[in-house]
């Protein structure tokens, strides 16, 4: 039987199973990094009054986020992943439990829910780090900027990424993925209230 290491090599090297973990993780991302550019300035915006606060309702995002990601993609890799096996099954004439298809297809199923919890986890994560110096050497103010700068240039590495794997420009890909923070934090600024 292979080690641990050889199974994860082999589950890597195949272009499908990487391809899935990467639209996960910056798809949930994504949506983890605008949910904290919304908390960051609605916190700020409403007056609330410290750093420690927001980096408490932004962690409890990321918590929410981050179950939704790993658990949805779990069930929905689940499904995907029998119904294939059924179809191998099938085809073949043969029970495949316990053979080296189905734990593969187990292995790419656990990677796969790990990659999409990450991606929010970092997006929110990161732009919440000003917050952690409000007081001493922050104003919540500029702590939020700062905030809203790092968000941008999370969803910047994003896009980035995204635009270099595909062949584009990645400054272009880059700037597409940044402009969505930007947009988020403009609503915010002019939501009322």
Do not use: C
Request: glycine share 14%; net charge neutral.
């Amino acid at each position: 039987m292979p080690s641990l290491r050889q199974r994860l090599a082999r589950l890597l090297g195949k272009p499908d199973v990487r391809s899935i973990a990467r639209r996960y993780f910056i798809s949930n991302g994504f949506d983890g990094t605008l949910t904290a550019i919304g908390i960051i300035v609605g916190a700020v915006l409403s007056g609330v009054p410290d750093g420690l606060t927001v980096v408490k309702i932004g962690v409890g995002a990321a918590v929410g986020l981050g179950t939704s990601a790993v658990w949805s993609v779990w069930e929905i890799e689940r499904a995907e992943t029998r119904a294939e096996i059924r179809r191998i099954e099938e085809a073949m004439l043969t029970d495949l439990d316990d053979t080296r298809i189905e734990r593969e297809q187990s292995g790419a199923r656990i990677f796969h829910a790990t990659m999409s919890g990450l991606g929010p986890l970092i997006g929110i994560l990161i732009p919440l780090v000003p917050f952690l110096f409000e007081g001493t050497v922050l104003t919540m103010e500029e702590a939020a900027l700062i905030a809203v700068g790092l968000g941008i240039g999370v969803l910047g590495a994003f896009g980035a990424y995204m635009g270099s794997i595909s062949g584009q420009r990645w400054y272009v890909s880059a700037l597409r993925m940044g402009l969505a923070g930007l947009v988020v934090a403009v609503i915010n600024v002019f939501l009322p209230g």
